[in-house]
């Protein structure tokens, strides 16, 4: 395989590493986390999703030389204004603990009296051609659902324990992978960046 066809992964998120395998398997590209490489995580200063999933993938683009791949998702929880939004990995502090920002969350609608707020997934996707690209790929999906009053299911990782997918009548962390992947935010911003990595990379 040529390195035409190798994209850096930038991302150090274990769950996010193992989703994007699962979904690039079909394909003929091969996805390096950049961990392997010797990336760091770039400082997400950005105020959206998208800059900071384009300021990820430049970072890792400009270490290793390769094609880079962001991803930046969060939870938008409605009766919470939106939070915690771009700060989802670390709302309850930086070391990043699921349980943590989980608890944050139901603390937070707890004192405002909600039990029930509605919220969505939100997934960007960022692909730098090098690290200078002026034209990265964009790709976004939303998933929505509400927020549960208590953690369910043992799967996937993040806020899916308390995610509520009504149509499903499970949390995210129930669902089976596959189906998570066919519907969740991440999958659906995945979908519509096959088509155009197929076209760069066919």
Not at 137 to 151: F, V
């Amino acid at each position: 395989m040529s390195n035409k066809q190798k994209i850096v992964l930038a991302s150090g998120n274990k769950g996010k590493l193992r989703e994007f395998s699962e979904l690039f398997a079909p394909l003929a590209i091969e996805i390096i986390p950049q961990g392997e490489l010797g990336v760091s995580d770039a400082d997400e200063t950005g105020l959206s999703f998208i800059e900071n999933a384009i300021l990820k993938a430049r970072h890792a683009a400009a270490l290793t030389g390769l094609p880079a791949l962001a991803d930046d998702s969060g939870l938008a929880v409605h009766g919470l204004n939106g939070e915690p939004g771009i700060y989802s990995a670390r709302y309850a502090g930086t070391d990043k603990s699921d349980t943590a920002n989980i608890d944050k969350v139901l603390q937070q609608l707890k004192a405002r009296g909600i039990e029930n707020s509605a919220a969505s997934f939100i997934c960007v996707l960022a692909l730098v051609r090098h690290a200078s690209d002026p034209t990265p790929i964009i790709s976004q999906g939303e998933w929505r659902g509400t927020i549960l009053p208590e953690p369910r299911g043992q799967g996937g990782f993040g806020y899916d324990p308390i995610f509520w997918v009504a149509a499903e009548g499970l949390s995210a962390a129930e669902l089976p992978a596959e189906r998570k992947r066919e519907i969740s935010h991440r999958g659906k911003a995945l979908q519509q960046l096959l088509p155009q990595l197929a076209q760069l990379y066919r």
